[in-house]
T-cell receptor, first 115, second 111 residues
Framework: DTEVTQTPKHLVMGMTNKKSLKCEQH?????MYWYKQKAKKPPELMFV???????INESVPSRFSPECPNSSLLNLHLHALQPEDSALYLC??????????????FGSGTQLSVL | ELKVEQNPLFLSMQEGKNYTIYCNYS?????LYWYRQDPGKSLESLFV?????AVKQEGRLMASLDTKARLSTLHITAAVHDLSATYFC???????????FGKGTRLHILP
């Protein structure tokens, strides 16, 4: 299994809603990432989990709350979002960085629209 | 400040032609990635370059890395329409898990 699975694929939510994005991988990767990508822009790093612990938080607003329940799962909890948070949210994972040829595997993303 | 700069940002070319996309980065890096993204799709990993002088090729795409110049290139040989996509380079560091993307090059190959 060489996939990173994200659900849902599309999400429309109001500014008062609470929702969660889910990401799952079964490749034994120890690092998992959340990226945000606006249309025609590069992905922007949000969070990095390494060995289930948050290792990088790129000054993301607290209305985004990541959670890593176990080594295969990564969630992103959303609360009180703004319309400008509408974007494609990409999850990715990678093996140990010391391995030669280590790649970052991306999921298909969740297209989020905040109304 | 960490910067990853790509050029050109947009490229329109005809089938059969050769061209090169450039990726410069501001600080010493441990690994350099190239990704492809089709409209509305996720990112597909193309190459990972780890050492100075590394060269990797797959099909009509060839990537190289010059760590002293902090420069990577993605060369397209005899372009075909199917290669139309946005190509991103990204830079990573072993000290942490951060991977930063360039702005991307939108490649449009005319049949």
């Amino acid at each position: 299994d060489t996939e990173v699975t994200q659900t849902p694929k599309h999400l429309v939510m109001g500014m008062t809603n609470k929702k969660s994005l889910k990401c799952e991988q079964h490749m034994g990767h120890r690092a998992m990432y959340w990226y945000k990508q606006k249309a025609k822009k590069p992905p922007e790093l949000m969070f990095v989990y390494s060995y289930e612990k948050l290792s990088i938080n790129e000054s993301v607003p607290s209305r985004f709350s990541p959670e890593c329940p176990n080594s295969s799962l990564l969630n992103l909890h959303l609360h009180a979002l703004q319309p400008e948070d509408s974007a494609l949210y990409l999850c990715a994972s990678s093996q140990e960085v010391v391995l030669i040829g280590e790649k970052l595997f991306f999921g298909s993303g969740t297209q989020l629209s905040v109304l | 400040e960490l910067k990853v700069e790509q050029n050109p940002l947009f490229l329109s070319m005809q089938e059969g032609k050769n061209y090169t996309i450039y990726c410069n980065y501001s600080t010493t890096s441990d690994r350099l990635y190239w990704y492809r993204q089709d409209p509305g799709k996720s990112l597909e990993s193309l190459f990972v370059l780890l050492s100075n002088g590394a060269v990797k090729q797959e099909g009509r795409l060839m990537a190289s890395l010059d760590t002293k110049a902090r420069l990577s290139t993605l060369h397209i040989t005899a372009a075909v329409h199917d290669l139309s996509a946005t190509y991103f380079c990204a830079v990573g560091w072993f000290a942490d898990d951060k991977i930063i993307f360039g702005k991307g090059t939108r490649l449009h190959i005319l049949p």
